[in-house]
């Protein structure tokens, strides 16, 4: 039999059905979008801990202070009074990480349990660069450039869609992409200088630049009676910015063989401007505060060919409180996180096994953000690092060295309460391997 003509009537009250539905959604979803990626970054929050294949080789432990090469200008800018020669570092890591989403559930009130299925290998495979140059000037100052990335994400979720949604009432049939696709890339532009006081302390302070941007997109479909299935667009978002933030630092030499590290990185908020589409409105901008990070790190040359390192961070997660969206004067927070503050714990040990040939082991411990209020947005957990790595002396002006790191995180089920999306409720682990390449020049 043909099928009824929709008339206008009926075709405006499907409109209003479907705002009403994308309204319930949108403010939760959007968030969720810019954040849910954070389990790709294999470390806590969304912070990346790759930014030198040496570090990468000995869990960072003794980063910010052992100055074997350009790289330790990403962790304190003091350690470059350390340096007589002009250095030069660039590398790549390639990120190979393994992000298992299982058992995705929702409670809408009044609807059912809508099931969304499973999703194996959400994350990316990511290549990260870096660049790092030490120019001494003189036995006193020296300065430094350096571009690196200290936070980072990219999930594809969109498999989930292809079973669509599994509900007793037909609520949002295939094909459904609610966590869909997330990539969010950080630049950091560093420009440091470090003042040698004495044989003992130096100090330094370097200006972070940091470029940021973000594309993410959400779709659904909504069943609408005499019409079908209808497509809708919950979010689409293209986004950049930039802002700044600074770095102090300390380096305190016992002597030759014994020194320690201390620094403070200031981050700032950061506000990605382009085109913000969610629930049928424009926005002119999102802001997403950064965390700050210190660290503190030793080294000891116990013999002339061992020597034993570690490091201590900090991360102020809990300034990461709100994501905002604004159209001047109008501004929502469109998600609260209850964060703590996260430590990174790790210790390494250096061996040269000939005059060329450096090996090194790390091992690392991680804390989670996540407090009391889990979020499937951010399924953090406790991560375990493990890493090895070598340097190879090609001659006497440069060298190559290589890394490993395998990061195993915890299993965890995340149960989070939304007072307009109900309950979702998700089991969620995560594992990568680091693989990173670094060419040092000295002149």
Do not use: C
């Amino acid at each position: 039999m043909p099928q009824k003509q929709s008339s206008a009537k009926e075709v405006v009250t499907h409109t209003i059905e479907i705002s009403i539905i994308m309204n319930k959604f949108n403010k939760t979803l959007l968030a969720t979008a810019i954040t849910l990626a954070s389990t790709q970054a294999m470390s806590a929050g969304f912070q990346l801990n790759s930014q030198s294949a040496t570090g990468i080789g000995r869990a960072m432990a003794g980063d910010a202070i052992i100055a074997d090469n350009a790289s330790v200008l990403s962790r304190n800018p003091a350690a470059m009074a350390l340096f007589d020669k002009k250095a030069l570092s660039v590398g790549l890591t390639f990120a190979d990480i393994d992000v298992n989403v299982d058992d995705v559930t929702k409670t809408v009130p009044g609807l059912g349990t809508v099931n969304f299925g499973d999703v194996h290998g959400a994350a990316d495979s990511k290549i990260i660069p870096n660049f790092y140059y030490i120019n001494p000037i003189d036995d006193k100052f020296a300065i430094g450039f350096a571009a690196f990335s200290n936070y980072g994400t990219g999930t594809d979720l969109t498999p989930l869609a292809n079973a669509g949604v599994n509900t007793p009432v037909g609520f949002m049939p295939a094909p459904v992409d609610l966590l869909g696709n997330t990539e969010v890339l950080t630049v950091n532009f560093n420009t440091s200088m470090s003042y040698r006081v004495n044989e003992e302390f130096s100090f330094g302070f370097g200006i972070d630049a940091i470029y940021a941007e973000g594309t993410l997109t959400r779709k659904g479909s909504v069943p609408v009676a005499n019409v079908g299935v209808v497509p809708v667009t919950l979010v689409d978002v293209d986004a950049d910015g930039w802002a700044f933030g600074a770095i102090l630092g300390m380096s305190y030499e016992v002597n030759a063989d014994h020194r320690f590290g201390l620094s403070y990185r200031f981050s700032p908020t950061l506000s990605a401007k382009g085109d913000i589409s969610f629930n049928r409105q424009d926005y002119a901008k999102i802001d997403i505060p950064m965390a700050d990070i210190a660290q503190f790190a030793g080294f000891h040359q116990l013999t002339d060919t061992f020597a034993v390192h570690y490091t201590a961070q900090w991360t102020s997660w809990s300034d990461f409180d709100h994501i905002t969206v604004k159209n001047n004067p109008v501004q929502q927070h469109l998600k609260t996180y209850h964060w703590q503050d996260s430590w990174f714990l790790s210790l390494g040990a250096t061996y040269n096994i000939s005059q060329d040939l450096t090996a090194r082991v790390g091992v690392a411990s991680d804390q989670g953000v996540v407090d009391q209020l889990s979020s499937l947005s951010i399924p953090d957990s406790d991560r375990h690092w493990y890493t090895t790595g070598l340097s190879y002396q090609l001659n006497e002006q440069s060298s190559v060295d290589l890394g490993v790191a395998y990061v195993r995180g915890e299993n965890v089920t995340v149960k989070e309460n939304s007072a307009i999306l109900g309950e979702i409720t998700a089991h969620t682990r995560s594992n990568g391997t680091y693989y990173s390449v670094q060419y040092n020049y000295s002149f």
